[in-house]
Nanobody, 123 residues
Framework: QVQLVESGGGLVQAGGSLRLSCAATGSIFSLSLNVMGWYRQAPGKEREVVAVISSGGSTNYKDSVKGRFTISRDNTKKTVYLQMNSLKPEDTAIYYC???????????????WGKGTLVTVSS
């Protein structure tokens, strides 16, 4: 079993910063991770993609966070990060990490989600 453990959420004032981390734990030895990403879901809204990063380091961001958020990854630690600067009240949401990959032992594709971490930005 693989679990994604998120940390770094919390309450911050508008204009502040937070850094989210998400580490894969458990049966990760034979896991080859491809795309990692961060998604968020605000109250009453659907889950949306915030940022994704490929195994080669290519990144894509939601338009509203470009220039403020930075996604990065540490393949050795099987961890993905989201540095969030200049936070706005509209960034308030539960943030979920996602990792897609393949089991090298059998070639099966996998898709894991974290349980989410709450980010609240006060005005």
């Amino acid at each position: 079993q693989v679990q994604l453990v998120e940390s770094g959420g919390g309450l911050v004032q508008a204009g502040g910063s937070l850094r989210l981390s998400c580490a894969a734990t458990g049966s990760i030895f034979s896991l080859s991770l491809n795309v990692m990403g961060w998604y968020r879901q605000a109250p009453g809204k659907e889950r949306e993609v915030v940022a994704v990063i490929s195994s080669g380091g290519s990144t894509n961001y939601k338009d509203s966070v470009k220039g403020r958020f930075t996604i990065s990854r540490d393949n050795t630690k099987k961890t993905v990060y989201l540095q969030m600067n200049s936070l706005k009240p509209e960034d308030t949401a539960i943030y979920y990490c996602n990792m897609k990959g393949t089991r090298r032992t059998n070639g099966v594709d996998v898709d894991y989600w974290g349980k989410g971490t709450l980010v609240t930005v006060s005005s």
